[in-house]
């Protein structure tokens, strides 16, 4: 497959791998975390937003559209995308746009020099990234020595990570309910497709990661359980997310809400630093 179904490509990244980084995020994702920053990331289609707080008034959505008697009323029609295109002020539009391999290489190769002196490259988000892996492999395949990662929950199917292992350089593998009961609850996620996909790149490159959530993921249980997976798997060193709630807009302009959570505070991820550190496991806050 030649092209991907994405939402943006951010340049100049700092927080997703190595280096200056350029990030893909892709669309779509087999879970549904409640703490989830990118909701417009979740479906595996393009859809329709209104971002009220940008509306001008102007109705040109609605002398485009015979549904629709005000601008909210895009809600009601999801699939129609020519709608909600050409809004002035950018307050209505569509999440997720196919766009070809070549047209995401072109953007990658642009900052060779930041990734060659920084040691960064390209890393493919998401939603969850391995859903798409051929379009992955095929924006690979265009820009040569690049180092690429992709950041994922590996809940995802067996033969997508078969694909990639031998053509991206670094998996970062986000960790994040390890209860079989509470991730399926929580998540919608299946723990045995994650233990199985988690065995197929083990003897690869990897960098395990840990979203702090309260009260899901960052509770007593979990990180018991969280510091037995490292030590079983020999894993010495985790970079821990800071968690935000950034993405309220995101999920106002899907006629969402966003569901509640909260970050720890400051002494207890020096608490979990310290009990990482008690079984010789480094630790990295990457605090956004």
Not at 101 to 107: G, L, R, S, T, W
């Amino acid at each position: 497959m030649d092209e991907l179904l994405i939402t943006g490509i951010q340049r100049f990244s700092v927080h997703d791998g190595p280096g200056i980084r350029t990030t893909v995020f892709l669309k779509g994702c087999t879970l549904r975390c409640p703490w989830c920053c990118n909701p417009e990331n979740i479906r595996g289609e393009p859809e329709v937003y209104f971002k009220e707080e940008k509306c001008i008034g102007c109705l040109e959505c609605v002398k485009r559209c015979s549904f629709l008697d005000k601008p909210r009323d895009i809600f009601r029609f999801p699939e129609h995308h020519e709608c909600a295109g050409s809004c002035p002020s950018a307050a209505m539009g569509v999440y997720g746009e196919f766009t070809g391999a070549d047209d995401v290489a072109e953007v990658i190769l642009r900052d060779l020099d930041y990734y060659s002196s920084t040691g960064g490259g390209v890393t493919f988000s998401g939603g969850e990234p391995l859903l798409q892996a051929d379009g992955i492999l095929s924006v690979t395949r265009r820009i040569g020595e690049v180092p690429a990662a992709v950041e994922t929950s590996l809940f995802a199917p067996g033969e997508a990570v078969e694909k990639l292992k031998g053509e991206v350089d670094l998996f970062l593998v986000d960790v994040k309910i390890l209860d079989d009961a509470g991730c399926r609850e929580v998540t919608g996620g299946d723990p045995e497709v994650f233990r199985r996909n988690f065995e197929r790149i083990s003897d690869g490159s990897f960098t395990v990661r840990f979203p702090a959530v309260k009260p899901y993921t960052f509770n007593r249980e979990n990180i018991r359980a969280l510091i037995r997976f490292l030590r079983e798997n020999m894993v010495d060193h985790i970079e821990v997310l800071g968690i935000h709630r950034l993405g309220l807009e995101k999920y106002r302009s899907l006629n969402l809400q966003m569901p509640d959570f909260s970050a720890p505070d400051d002494a207890e991820i020096k608490k979990l630093k310290w009990l990482l550190e008690k079984e010789s496991i480094g630790m990295n806050y990457l605090k956004i």
